[in-house]
């Protein structure tokens, strides 16, 4: 059996007298695109900040790659090869299409004044190495928006925002990618754009982890593997997405249907 890459064991997180994750066990596989589904306020985000070190746990345990990362920082689980994007952008658009971007890999950066005095040379080769690395990541996303390098991010259309927004997660070269509904505020048209984005992107750079939260089923049955239902903090359902949609606690928690009789 493969021994998973992001394990949560007993994973509660509560705020207040509000449990908004309740002893939670959920496993995500080496190179899986797992989807993560669930109403809204059943802990899907909440699940995120506590894997990401946003939050501590109240209780349980969360192992990357069978090493416990509870209490962990967001830095710590950062160089640990696991980033993320949020459903509200979270770009600075006065800056440059390339300093957004550059930002996702600043732990690579000497930013210290010895450097900054000293070592001029290194720091050039060190912008000018970030520059290709950034340039190749967006024109593989496209090639119109890798020409806007310098530009500011405030000019970009809603989808190129996202691109630029998954570069950024992406520029690491992270082992594990968690997508905080990438569709929010987009089109049909340009979620299932996104969508072929993701995955041609994935297959160039390798089959790195996903986990995805989306609302949108269509994008649920089209690119993930396997798929996990929460509900008030408590997983109710796991498998395949026709398993979890012909599931009546799923028809009733999440699609709004009345279940079987």
């Known amino acids: 059996m493969k021994t998973p890459l992001l394990q949560a064991n007993g994973l509660t997180m509560r705020f207040g007298g509000l449990t908004a994750l309740d002893a939670l066990d959920l496993s995500v596989f080496d190179g899986e695109i797992l989807g993560l589904l669930g109403p809204n306020g059943s802990g899907k985000t909440t699940f995120f900040n506590v894997v990401t070190g946003l939050y501590a746990p109240s209780a349980g345990d969360i192992l990357l790659d069978g090493r416990d990362i509870r209490g962990n920082t967001p830095q710590q689980v950062y ?21 957004n971007v550059a930002i996702g890999n600043y732990q690579h950066f000497e930013l210290g004044l010895f450097a900054n005095l000293f070592q001029r040379k290194q720091l050039r080769q060190e912008y000018e190495r970030t520059v290709e690395m950034v340039h190749a990541l967006l024109n ?3 090639k119109e928006l890798a020409a806007k390098l310098f530009q500011p991010a405030g000019g970009l259309s809603m989808i190129d925002r996202r691109r630029v927004e998954l570069c950024r997660a992406l520029i690491s070269k992270p082992r594990l990618l968690l997508l905080d509904e990438p569709s929010a505020g987009m089109t049909h048209d ?6 072929d984005d993701i995955l041609q992107v994935r297959s160039q750079l390798g089959p790195f982890t996903i986990v995805i939260i989306e609302h949108e089923m269509n994008v649920i049955q089209r690119i993930t593997e396997r798929c996990v239902v929460l509900n008030y903090g408590k997983k109710i359902a796991e498998g395949s997405y026709a398993e979890i949609t012909a599931d009546p ?9 009345e279940a079987a009789a």
């Open 249 to 257: 606690q799923v028809q009733v928690a999440y699609l709004g249907q």
């Open 79 to 99: 160089r640990a090869g696991v980033t993320r994007t949020f459903q509200r952008s979270r770009l600075s658009l006065t800056m440059t299409v390339f300093d």
């Open 140 to 142: 593989t996303f496209n």
């Open 190 to 195: 340009e979620t299932n754009e996104l969508m």
